[in-house]
């Protein structure tokens, strides 16, 4: 019968002989500590993870908890001052060398789909509505934990709703690749998706891979400023195909807004601007058509009946391209 140097002996053959790194050795006797993690090294089961020795879903979880009464606060991604619903997961995600997505439509995409609720497991990305404007992580046993709404704080939640959307991520991206964004960048950033019908989308597909900006996103806008009408110019002077105010065109560097591909160009470049600021989609639209300044000042979507109106429109143009 072997003892556990034997076993240890036995495994680093093993190991030797698949082409693996062998397992660690001994000079005088093998603790248990060792042999467990030898063993677990062989068999790739170190730490209870996968064998890409990355993290599991109830490490998520584990994450996630520890914001457990962090105040609901919009945009909100920093826990000493408070979080968002796509915050707490993007921050739970990050704190195991993970990062996703900021914002919950695009988390929303991020990994692999998951069929339905009963085949979740703890660590998923449950979203909610369509668009999607909620994103909570899946604890199991029909709950999650979530920050909810203004007012609130993060806190575990009964699964209120059917979500339209469960993603798993964890087991599509090796440890090796964790910091690599590619894996887990939603389709529509990483190829532009499908534009097929759409006018200028070759511009909206190239202006979004250069300043990582959805493409659907950039032809909704488009959509709804002109109705894909290059020479269009509204009753306040906003000009082309992306509607930009003249000011605002030279300040992007547009010397044409008549020119669909320096108006695409231009409209990305601000597009991208106002997501970092605002890490919203609803808010950057508010910010395109109000301006960042009024969407600060008001805290939110302004209260003009304009932008009131158009970042709806601009959310159902979207979804109607499949963003």
């Known amino acids: 019968m072997l003892g556990v140097s034997g076993i240890l002996s036995r495994v680093a053959e093993l190991q030797n002989q698949l082409g693996l790194n062998p397992a660690p050795t001994t000079t005088g006797g093998a603790s248990g500590t060792k042999f467990a993690s030898a063993l677990a090294s062989a068999t790739g089961t170190l730490g209870g993870s996968a064998a890409t020795g990355g993290p599991s879903g109830e490490d998520i979880v584990a994450a996630a908890k520890k914001y457990l009464g962090t105040p609901y606060v919009f945009g909100g991604t920093d826990p000493d001052k408070g979080l968002d619903c796509s915050g707490l997961v993007q921050r739970a995600y990050r704190d195991l060398g993970v990062d996703l997505p900021r914002n919950s439509w695009q988390q929303a995409r991020a990994g692999r789909p998951v069929s339905n609720l009963s085949e979740a497991k703890p660590g998923d990305i449950l979203a909610f509505n369509s668009p999607v404007d909620h994103v909570a ?3 199991g046993d029909n709950r999650m934990i979530a920050a909810p709404k203004p007012g609130d704080h993060v806190k575990i939640q009964t699964v209120y709703e059917t979500p339209s959307a469960i993603r798993r991520v964890l087991d599509t991206v090796p440890t090796a690749a964790v910091q690599d964004m590619s894996s887990l960048r939603p389709a529509g950033l990483r190829t532009g998706g499908e534009l097929g019908g759409v ?31 290059p020479t269009a110019v509204s009753k306040a002077g906003a ?17 044409d807004a008549f020119d669909p591909a320096q108006a695409v160009n231009g409209a990305a470049k601000l597009l991208s601007q106002h997501l970092r600021e605002f890490k919203s989609v609803p808010l950057a639209l508010a910010a395109y058509n109000a301006g960042g300044g009024a969407v600060h000042r008001h805290n939110g979507i302004p209260p003009y009946a304009e932008t009131q109106a158009y970042v ?9 391209l499949g963003g």
């Open 312 to 320: 709806p429109k601009v959310q159902k143009a979207l979804a109607a």
């Open 239 to 255: 000009q082309g195909l992306m509607q930009l105010m003249p000011s605002t065109a030279r300040g992007l560097g547009v010397h």
């Open 199 to 229: 006018p200028y989308a070759d511009l909206f597909l190239k202006a979004g891979a250069k300043y990582d900006v959805s493409p659907k996103l950039l032809a909704a806008v488009a959509k709804v400023e002109s109705g894909y009408d």
């Open 137 to 139: 992580i899946y604890l």
